[in-house]
């Protein structure tokens, strides 16, 4: 597994990564200890040393945090564990007013999320989205703050656009605290609508780009065909109208380019994005441990400038 640094900082990521919204999510195998700790030594085994959660992640809200803190017990020092705060809680880290990006409220949170995951340091601490009820100086001043006692060691943010991209960049260099190392955003071939601002805002400033949602909701792994019953227990079953939305001659013309190279879609879905200017982990969720070595192995393939030009002709840019 290649290992990168993120953005312009010393933080050092794989370039694949675990997303762990699925560690504690009922109705799936790794709703218990024994599912998701099968995910994380996967995930450990195949190189994989990022480690993407959240406060909000599982039922009950924090549970994912619990599950993640709990597997990696004894390999701490093998993972690079990245949370967000900044979501509805549901009084879970007391009132929050909703000013969750607060100086208040971001040390509530970040002590419960030091709790859940029974560790002393947060390597990766995300603002999960803009809070418009708290000036950005104070949440970056509280961050600063965190980072200079020990308790995080690294500030990102997830899902701001790219002018709140260069704000934070900019606001955080001219203030003299802790700027942003990593911007987290929804980003695959069939969405690459980051590519108008934020990718730009993150060249930039130096900023590592983690897209989420690399596989498009399990569009891009090669198992839904159009027209026909997605399989039972898959991810979009029951799920018609994104089925019946999908943009199918995109998805083929992409099976097609896969076929061609003998490699699976998902492959060409997150070696693709690998490539990227920016990016620093593409993370992928997995309720199983084949997901994740499957994952893991998709990284390693190095598409070739003709295989970047090609397949802008099937999903142009969006600057185009």
Known sequence: MEQRRLGDSGLVVSAVGLGCNNLGRPGTTTESPRGAQAVVNRALDSGITFFDVADVYGSPRGRSEELLGQALRGHRDRAVIATKFGMDMQGSNGPDFEARGSRRY?????????????????????????????PLDETLSVLDDLVREGKIRYVGHCNLAGWQTADASWTSTHRGTTGPVSAQIHYSLLEREAEREVIPACSKFGVGLIPYFPLANGLLTGKYQQGQEPPEGSRLSGRERL??????????????????????????AIGWLAAQPTVGSVIGGATSPEQVESNASAGQWRPSQADLDEIDTICPPAYR
Do not use: G, N
């Open 106 to 134: 971001v040390r509530r949170a970040v002590e419960a999320s030091l709790r859940r995951l029974d560790t002393e340091w947060i390597d990766l601490y995300q603002l999960h989205r803009a809070d418009p009820l708290t």
């Open 243 to 268: 089925l019946a939305d999908a943009p199918w001659e995109r998805i083929e013309r992409l099976r097609e380019f896969a076929e061609k190279r003998e490699i699976s879609m998902i492959a060409t």
